[in-house]
């Protein structure tokens, strides 16, 4: 099916090459993976104004899906716990204030500071969002994740702050929007400290 090539390839340009597009990127990608698709299913469809909408509408569905794997893991590679008494919420609260300054997050080892962007929970994300079977993003269209992209790793560490800061009370919250507006900045940031790196 056509769309759902274009809505795939339009997941993978938001994972690899900007996780926030802006509406005529979006525009223009859209058209584009409309293209695409129909070149690789044989067929010739006329590009329609709601067809386009349902493949722009992916940008937030594949980073709702980064922030779903995220929000799995973090407690686990970060040390946040569960519970209600004082100790832990207080712990919690110590923990993601430590991890959100200065991106502490980003470390192998939080402690030191030491192997940025590179901490462990990072490839875990990337294998199971990309690469978690045969017919993976990350295999179909292996060509945009060799070698995986910055605007990839910046996504990744951008959702983990969010997942954090949903942490900051000292007991997780659910939920939440990973909005544009609130992340669009840090996404940027972490480009440029990649680049940096």
């Given at each position: 099916?056509?769309?759902?090539?274009?809505?795939?390839?339009f997941?993978v340009?938001?994972?690899?090459?900007?996780?926030?597009?802006?509406?005529?990127?979006?525009?223009?990608?859209?058209?584009?993976?409309?293209?695409?698709?129909?070149?690789?299913?044989?067929?010739e469809?006329?590009?329609?104004?709601?067809?386009?909408?349902?493949?722009?509408?992916?940008?937030?569905?594949?980073?709702g899906?980064?922030?779903?794997?995220?929000?799995?893991?973090?407690?686990?590679?970060?040390?946040f716990?569960?519970?209600?008494?004082?100790?832990?919420?207080?712990?919690?609260?110590?923990?993601?204030?430590?991890?959100?300054?200065?991106?502490?997050?980003?470390?192998k080892?939080?402690a030191?500071?030491?192997?940025?962007?590179?901490?462990?929970?990072?490839?875990?994300?990337i294998?199971?969002?990309?690469?978690?079977?045969?017919?993976?993003?990350?295999?179909?269209?292996?060509?945009?994740?060799?070698?995986?992209?910055n605007?990839?790793?910046?996504?990744?560490?951008?959702?983990?702050?969010?997942?954090?800061?949903?942490?900051?009370?000292?007991?997780?919250?659910?939920?939440?929007?990973?909005?544009?507006?609130?992340?669009?900045?840090?996404?940027?940031?972490?480009?440029?400290?990649?680049?940096?790196?």
């Amino acid at each position: 099916m056509v769309l759902k090539a274009a809505q795939t390839e339009f997941q993978v340009r938001v994972c690899t090459v900007n996780a926030f597009p802006s509406d005529s990127e979006s525009e223009l990608w859209a058209i584009e993976c409309w293209k695409n698709g129909c070149e690789q299913k044989g067929q010739e469809f006329a590009l329609t104004d709601v067809h386009k909408k349902l493949i722009m509408d992916h940008h937030s569905t594949i980073r709702g899906r980064v922030k779903d794997k995220v929000a799995l893991k973090a407690a686990v590679y970060y040390g946040f716990r569960h519970g209600t008494d004082d100790v832990t919420i207080q712990a919690n609260k110590t923990l993601a204030e430590v991890l959100l300054q200065e991106d502490g997050y980003v470390y192998k080892d939080v402690a030191k500071s030491t192997g940025i962007y590179v901490h462990p929970i990072l490839q875990e994300i990337i294998n199971e969002q990309w690469f978690d079977s045969k017919n993976a993003d990350g295999i179909k269209y292996s060509a945009s994740f060799h070698p995986i992209p910055n605007a990839s790793i910046a996504l990744v560490f951008t959702v983990v702050e969010f997942v954090i800061s949903r942490w900051a009370s000292g007991r997780h919250v659910k939920g939440g929007a990973f909005a544009e507006a609130l992340f669009h900045d840090v996404y940027i940031h972490h480009l440029k400290g990649l680049e940096a790196w």
